[in-house]
């Protein structure tokens, strides 16, 4: 659940920036052009099955879901300086299997983090597009979910779905547009530069993106092939309730995921001024998760259905 969960919550930050970069790249001169605000309410849900048993065959695990639901208000400051801010609530779900036929399964819920960010479009012309980022990561989410079968006890650090700590955000995109192609990158990195209340820090992350897309039938089809890589450094200290054991050794490791996914999205139009319908699916033709448990739970599909709206 380390990595699908957070890869999870760091797919709907990504794909805000396509929309935007799109919308910027028609303007030759000058900034882009952006409404003074924007808002979007979108549903993500994440379809996900234990692959290989982890720790020497020690565990594994089975079936996984998440469900997020996020609000991104976009306010244009000036032509060429915005801030976002993202709020999300989670829903998510995991099945914990051992050799010994022994299983049991979690679901955590709640606000996650919350994200301010600054947003800078820096170089713009026909077709390119280079916006620069940097924020904060507000701790809003819980650290603090414990297990059922113990109440004493937290769960897994990546079961929690805040991180306690206050954390820097910069990221880039760059995005260049010809005809029915879209072609972009981007880079990202989270700094934990504290312990939280619980006595631990998250490891940095560190995540890119490539993709290609082509639009089939204006904005209302479009086909897209994204890449996507995430590192995270290992765990600082010590959650005390949870302990360190063969069961929990692994967050103490640093631990890297890709994937290679197919997408298509939709945005339709309702006939209100500003506001359209967002549709997205999308499926892993590859990927893979490197950790010290070898253990990995693979994605196997993914769906979001959201509602926008530009003033």
Same mark, same amino acid.
Not at 10 to 28: D, K, Q, R
Not at 34 to 41: D, V
Not at 114 to 137: C, D, F, K, M
Not at 298 to 310: C, K, L, P
């Given at each position: 659940?380390?990595?699908?969960l957070?890869?999870s919550l760091? &797919?709907?930050?990504?794909?805000?920036?396509?929309?935007?970069? +799109?919308?910027?790249?028609?303007? *030759?001169q000058?900034?882009?052009v952006?409404?003074?605000?924007?808002?979007?309410?979108k549903?993500?849900?994440?379809?996900?099955?234990?692959?290989?048993?982890?720790?020497?065959?020690?565990?594994?695990?089975?079936?996984?879901?998440?469900?997020?639901?996020?609000?991104t208000?976009t306010?244009t400051?000036?032509?060429? &300086?915005s801030?976002?801010?993202?709020?999300?609530?989670?829903?998510?779900?995991?099945e914990?299997?051992?050799k010994?036929?022994?299983?049991?399964?979690?679901?955590?819920?709640?606000?996650?983090?919350?994200?301010?960010?600054?947003?800078?479009?820096?170089?713009?012309?026909?077709?390119?597009? &280079?916006?620069?980022?940097?924020?904060? *990561?507000?701790?809003?989410?819980?650290?603090?979910?414990?297990?059922?079968?113990?109440?004493?006890t937290?769960?897994?650090?990546?079961?929690?779905?805040?991180?306690?700590?206050?954390?820097?955000?910069?990221?880039?995109?760059?995005?260049?547009s010809? =005809?029915?192609?879209t072609?972009?990158?981007?880079?990202?990195?989270?700094?934990?530069?504290?312990?939280?209340?619980n006595?631990?820090?998250?490891?940095? +992350?560190?995540?890119?993106?490539?993709?290609?897309?082509? *639009?089939?039938?204006?904005?209302?089809?479009? *086909?897209s092939?994204?890449?996507?890589?995430?590192?995270? =450094?290992?765990?600082?200290?010590?959650?005390?309730t949870?302990?360190?054991?063969?069961?929990t050794?692994?967050?103490y490791?640093?631990?890297?995921?890709?994937?290679?996914?197919?997408?298509?999205?939709?945005?339709?139009p &309702?006939?209100?001024? =500003?506001?359209?319908?967002?549709l +997205?699916?999308?499926?892993?033709?590859?990927?893979?998760?490197?950790?010290?448990?070898?253990?990995?739970i693979?994605?196997?599909?993914? =769906?979001?259905?959201?509602?926008?709206?530009?003033?």
């Open positions: 659940m380390t990595v699908f957070h890869v760091a &797919l709907f930050l990504f794909a805000s920036i396509p929309a935007y970069c +799109e919308t910027g790249s028609n303007t *030759s000058g900034a882009p952006q409404p003074k605000l924007s808002l979007s309410l549903s993500y849900y994440y379809e996900a099955q234990g692959r290989r048993w982890a720790v020497d065959d020690l565990f594994g695990f089975k079936d996984a879901s998440a469900n997020l639901q996020v609000l208000a306010y400051i000036i032509p060429a &300086l801030v976002v801010a993202t709020a999300s609530y989670t829903r998510a779900y995991l914990t299997v051992t010994t036929g022994v299983s049991f399964s979690d679901t955590i819920r709640g606000v996650a983090d919350t994200r301010l960010v600054l947003r800078a479009p820096v170089l713009y012309s026909q077709g390119h597009l &280079l916006a620069l980022e940097t924020g904060i *990561s507000l701790p809003t989410g819980s650290i603090d979910a414990s297990s059922s079968r113990d109440p004493s937290h769960l897994g650090y990546n079961l929690q779905i805040g991180s306690g700590t206050v954390d820097p955000i910069t990221a880039a995109t760059y995005l260049f010809s =005809g029915r192609f072609h972009g990158v981007r880079a990202q990195a989270i700094l934990r530069i504290a312990d939280n209340k006595r631990y820090r998250f490891g940095n +992350e560190y995540s890119g993106n490539l993709w290609t897309e082509y *639009s089939l039938i204006g904005s209302h089809l479009v *086909s092939l994204r890449f996507s890589a995430k590192a995270k =450094g290992a765990i600082e200290g010590m959650d005390p949870i302990g360190r054991n063969l069961f050794e692994y967050y490791h640093p631990q890297t995921s890709w994937d290679l996914t197919f997408l298509a999205k939709s945005t339709l &309702l006939g209100i001024a =500003g506001t359209s319908l967002a +997205e699916a999308g499926a892993p033709l590859l990927q893979e998760t490197l950790n010290y448990a070898h253990y990995h693979a994605t196997e599909f993914y =769906g979001s259905a959201g509602i926008q709206v530009a003033m």
